[in-house]
């Protein structure tokens, strides 16, 4: 069964317990639960962060994209929507998120 992007939403995976630092430009994602170390573009560890917050409900990627913006104080193109998806599913990969479908 193919599920509609529009229909797939993320949520943090129960054991991640992620450990950030900020690098220049980037961010150093230490899970201790997997003890991965990652390094994440601006916008991808912004909405894992977002996802993070009191282990919110499971977030679309418009409302993703909404979060960011707000938090930003400018909109998230669609270019930039393209990467966070890419990113997204390189998470679930990690198995820091999980993929929900609605």
């Known amino acids: 069964m193919v599920v509609p992007l529009s229909s797939l939403r993320w949520q ?8 950030w630092r ?7 994602l230490y899970d201790e639960s997997s003890s991965q170390t990652l ?4 916008l ?3 909405a894992l962060m977002h996802l993070e917050q009191e282990n919110l409900a ?3 990627l418009a409302a993703l994209r909404a ?9 998230v193109d669609d270019a930039q929507a393209g990467e966070l998806r890419q990113g997204l599913d390189f998470l679930v990969e ?7 479908p609605e």
Request: proline share 7%.
């Open 12 to 19: 943090l995976a129960p054991l991640a317990h992620l450990h």
């Open 22 to 28: 900020r690098w220049a430009d980037e961010w150093l």
């Open 39 to 42: 390094v994440l573009p601006t």
């Open 44 to 46: 991808l560890a912004a």
């Open 58 to 60: 499971p977030q679309d």
């Open 67 to 75: 979060a960011l913006a707000e938090l930003w104080a400018q909109s």
């Open 94 to 100: 990690q198995g820091l998120l999980q993929c929900v």
